[in-house]
């Protein structure tokens, strides 16, 4: 019987749902968008880049000028000069030929430019996010799931990659076109551009209507989608249990579940949207085909020319087209908002835990003693209960010493305080004599070296598992962690040797050879105090000795806080504390305690007993 076999003791409380604090209202719900203004966080990065911006401001206005200028006024100029004059006309051709080539030429460099923004900008913002969440504390990965976190960075990006490197660009186009197109109707006939002008607020209210919809409709859609890619990866994460318990049924109706609550909020958005359209390209297009009307009587008066109708035609159609296509553009610029929105909150998430102005340095060469005095803390989540309440122990340099109890009595705790994850609420830690609130966290890290108690292994070759306790290690060094560790000759095995792909979180490796890579990369680290969440309960016989032998290597000459789940492995503590509730209830050596009578007493008859009859 193991003490401490239960995962839910590792003092982390269960977590809601993604943004637990970000964003919300009473109800919990996620508040909306209402404004683009979130893209303005999009505009900061790109100007990081002014040439590229410049050079594809210039193609966009050159080719929206060539649109909404240049091509209808060389119609105008085909219908009114070159109609019955067979010498000039091929000159007027030969000029529309030219500005077709201008357009082509300027679109390909817009759409360069544009695309290598979008790109280089979701890349910059992706590089900004990661960086910000890796200064963040634990506490709030508490409050927000990771996986939906990672959803986040790639769904919203995605999003963020379409708005720059499509949707902006088309819309600062239309917009362009429109204002262009619209001062040259009026040049062309003003009494005809007027009533179109006039026209304008008729199209403007239903935008703002559609458009609220569409905001709320389009966030509650993002959130969905991210719901699906956060259970797709608890699932393949979960394989084997979810086919061990034979539950591919219960998943697959749950994921379907989740995907047709995505496609009926999709189903919305996209109704919306389309009805959205069909208003409005009904009353632009109306609109001008009723002027148009006005203006072929306006020629058979002779009042203006052919080819300025002509002219007045192509424009309209540009103009409507801008204005057309700013409607269909305008509610994924508002989804482009909501992604910066919430990619923008976790830019300005502040870590809990930072250095001090002036952090005292620790003292050097370290030592290796902590302290904890008259500690009590409470988790973010859980502040009801305190996991640790007036809580004392010091331990000296060199000294082993070995924490024991219950389930929820508070061990992994001390490990997350030892480390300055979090900061009690009451009560000092010290290490080498220096409270931790007053030093850097990186330095009280780089004295401490951790051995969970899963090997948990990267998806990356053994080498750059290994040294990751010291990047800087020379193959020499990682040879002589790996032979300490007993775990040179599997390692000899592999096939590229310590270049060889470990797969998915070391599932290459069995559970024993994913420790002993543990414990050497704890080696590598030579830091002078080890937090050993001891690792040996769930593995064979054989694989047991091995990883208890390496530890022994590991343990020697430094300062040892051990989580002990089997007894018998901390016999040989220098001193063994007993938790429970949050507090020490007895400590002493195992053969003190084993005579007290006491909760330990009572664990280990119970654990050895176990232990015989197995």
Do not use: C
């Amino acid at each position: 019987m193991d003490v401490d076999e239960t995962p839910p003791d590792r003092d982390e409380p269960a977590r809601p749902g993604l943004f637990g604090r970000l964003r919300k209202r009473g109800d919990g719900t996620a508040r909306p968008v209402r404004t683009l203004g979130p893209l303005r966080m999009i505009f900061r990065e790109a100007t990081n880049y002014p040439a590229q911006v410049t050079l594809a401001a210039i193609a966009l206005l050159v080719t929206a000028a060539v649109m909404s200028l240049a091509i209808p006024t060389a119609l105008k100029l085909i219908v009114d000069r070159g109609f019955g004059n067979e010498g000039d006309i091929g000159r007027w051709f030969r000029y529309l030929l030219l500005l077709v080539g201008v357009l082509g030429l300027g679109t390909a460099l817009r759409f360069y430019f544009v695309s290598w923004i979008g790109e280089r900008v979701v890349a910059d913002i992706r590089k900004k996010v990661q960086d910000n969440l890796l200064r963040l504390s634990p506490s709030f990965f508490e409050e927000n799931s990771p996986k939906e976190i990672s959803s986040r960075m790639t769904a919203d990006t995605a999003i963020i990659e379409q708005v720059v490197g499509t949707t902006l660009s088309v819309a600062i186009r239309n917009v362009i076109m429109g204002v262009l197109g619209t001062a040259y109707l009026f040049w062309l006939v003003p009494e005809l551009a007027l009533n179109l002008f006039i026209a304008i607020p008729i199209v403007i209210v239903p935008i703002a209507v559609f458009g609220s919809r569409l905001r709320n409709i389009s966030r509650t859609s993002q959130d969905r989608v991210a719901d699906v890619g956060a259970m797709v990866t608890e699932v393949l994460s979960a394989m084997k249990v979810v086919q061990a318990f034979n539950q591919e049924r219960r998943e697959h109706t749950r994921f379907g579940d989740a995907v047709e609550r995505t496609f009926a909020v999709a189903r919305r958005r996209i109704l919306i949207r389309a009805a959205m359209t069909a208003l409005l390209i009904t009353l632009i297009f109306g609109g001008i085909v009723i002027l148009l009307w006005r203006g072929a009587l306006l020629v058979t008066s002779d009042v203006i020319s052919p080819g300025t109708i002509v002219s007045f035609i192509f424009a309209g159609v540009i103009v409507a087209g801008a204005f057309g296509a700013l409607t269909e553009v305008f509610g994924d610029l508002l989804r482009g908002a909501g992604a910066a929105s919430r990619l923008n909150e976790l830019l300005d998430e502040k870590p809990v835990i930072t250095a001090p102005a002036r952090p005292e340095r620790l003292p050097d060469p370290p030592r290796g003693s902590l302290s904890f005095r008259n500690v009590t803390f409470r988790y973010p989540t859980r502040l009801e209960t305190a996991a640790l309440e007036d809580f004392s122990l010091e331990i000296e340099p060199g000294e082993t010493v070995a924490l024991v109890g219950p389930s929820g009595a508070g061990k992994s705790t001390v490990f997350q305080l030892a480390e300055r994850f979090y900061d009690p609420q009451a009560g000092t830690i010290r290490l080498d004599g220096v409270p931790l609130t007053s030093a850097d966290p990186a330095e009280i890290r780089k004295r401490i070296a951790l051995v969970p108690q899963d090997g948990v292994l990267f998806s990356a070759d053994a080498r750059d598992n290994l040294r990751y306790g010291n990047w800087d290690a020379s193959e020499e060094e990682i040879w002589d962690a790996a032979r300490a560790a007993n775990a040179e000759e599997f390692l000899h095995e592999l096939p590229q040797g310590l270049d060889t792909f470990l797969g998915e979180s070391g599932t290459r490796l069995s559970g024993g050879q994913q420790q002993r890579i543990a414990i050497a990369r704890a080696l590598l680290r030579d830091a002078p105090v080890l937090l050993l969440d001891e690792a040996t309960s769930a593995l064979d016989a054989e694989s047991e000795r091995l990883v208890q032998d390496a530890l022994e290597h590991l343990m020697q000459d430094r300062t040892t806080l051990v989580i002990a789940h089997r007894l018998a492995t901390v016999r040989a503590a220098d001193r063994i504390v007993v938790m429970e509730g949050g507090r020490i209830v007895e400590q002493g050596t195992h053969a003190e305690l084993s005579g007290r009578g006491g909760l330990y007493a009572r664990l280990a008859a119970l654990q050895f007993a176990a232990d015989e009859a197995a």
